[in-house]
């Protein structure tokens, strides 16, 4: 490989808030980043060397895209593999590897490589239609997901009784048993190539009911030392099972009963380590270039106790965006404000987080508490 500061070509397949976090860092290492994106005012267009138009499922678009730089990565899942398996024969380094977007694109495959592995995950089935979904062997309530494209919540269905068969999803999907969980909590590992991993210690989330998003999280864990412990060793085995070359977010459960059952993986960044960038002594972005550059992994301790809370679009506000209340947020010692650079807001929209970093845990808790009621984004 070309000297990573050098004259290294980085490519990253999209252009949203965690490619612009990715160039942030990429910056300080003079990696060239280019960006291909479908939205001409994606929040990355601004900071990366070259930015393309263009989408990120056409074969054509994301081949020739590729054929211009050295080493190709994504911030999310949703591109053609075929383009990426094609950039690998001929040369092209594609971190994550074009197998492991594939196995991730489809939650079918990802489960099934859970079951072959011995990953603990909750009992599922997979259903290929209606009919197979009303003769379900998953007992009630269960939830519904869609194998391909489902993100931030959507794709996603919860069955409690025979009469919400009539709104379920009649495409491709697999039924899993209802977690009654404690908590849903989150350890993000990378790997590079030459096999070295680490993970970040584990984080617990929250979740807004209305939108089924992460509204916040909270680290390090006060949850028990072998809880954590054994969270970690799930995510280290996942990533060396895979052979994954950068970084994995592995979403868990940890139910009423104290197991841990994997619920879903991300082949990148991801939201559950914004916090990471003042919370940890290494970012999950540069722990993710690290990886694909087949660099030494950073230490990844926290430094202090962390909240992260995402910003979301206000209901019932459409259109440019207005952030209030960021002069008072501005003014907490401790709170750290990252805007996304979107131009139009919407209804749960990602515009930004906000990390709250305090050496006592109640005190972030509280300037948490303050930010989410004070920073609010309206049109």
């Not at 081949?63 to 053609?80: A, S």
């Not at 269960?142 to 993100?151: H, S, V």
């Not at 979301?312 to 003014?331: D, F, N, R, S, T």
Request: proline content about 4%; glycine content about 8%.
């Amino acid at each position: 490989m070309k000297a990573f500061y050098g004259d290294l070509k980085l490519g990253i397949l999209g252009g949203g808030q965690l490619g612009r976090m990715l160039i942030q860092q990429a910056i300080n290492y003079n990696v060239t980043v280019k960006v291909l994106d479908p939205d001409r005012e994606a929040p990355c267009r601004k900071l990366c060397e070259e930015f393309t138009v263009g989408s990120l499922s056409d074969y054509a678009t994301v081949y020739n895209f590729g054929k211009k730089v050295d080493l190709l990565t994504i911030e999310i899942e949703k591109v053609n593999v075929d383009a990426l398996e094609q950039l690998e024969r001929e040369g092209v380094l594609v971190y994550p590897q074009s197998r492991v977007i594939r196995l991730i694109q489809d939650k079918g495959l990802q489960k099934q490589f859970f079951k072959e592995n011995d990953i603990p995950t909750a009992e599922f089935q997979i259903i290929s239609s209606p009919e197979q979904l009303s003769n379900s062997a998953i007992p009630f309530p269960y939830i519904q997901k869609l194998r391909r494209d489902g993100y931030d919540g959507k794709g996603v269905y919860k069955v409690v009784s025979e009469d919400d068969l009539a709104g379920a999803f009649t495409e491709p999907s697999l039924v899993e048993r209802w977690v009654d969980f404690e908590k849903e909590i989150a350890v993000i590992v990378a790997r590079n190539e030459s096999g070295e991993i680490k993970t970040f210690p584990m984080v617990e989330m929250g979740f807004n009911p209305q939108a089924n998003l992460v509204e916040f999280l909270i680290a390090p864990s006060t949850l028990p030392f072998e809880v954590q412990q054994e969270a970690e060793q799930i995510a280290k085995k996942i990533a060396d099972d895979l052979k994954i070359v950068g970084l994995l977010a592995v979403e868990m459960f940890l139910d009423k009963s104290g197991k841990i059952l994997v619920n879903e993986l991300a082949p990148r960044p991801h939201n559950s380590g914004h916090q990471t960038i003042e919370g940890n002594t290494v970012s999950q972005f540069e722990q993710h270039l690290r990886a694909i550059f087949n660099q030494p992994l950073g230490d990844t301790a926290c430094l202090n106790n962390a909240i992260m809370i995402n910003v979301l679009g206000e209901a019932g506000h459409e259109g440019p965006a207005v952030y209030q209340g960021i002069e008072k947020v501005l003014k907490c010692a401790g709170v750290y404000v990252h805007l996304y650079g979107k131009a139009l807001t919407k209804p749960f929209r990602k515009m930004g987080h906000v990390t709250i970093v305090d050496a006592d845990r109640e005190q972030a808790i509280e300037k948490a508490r303050f930010v989410q009621k004070t920073l609010k984004v309206v049109s």
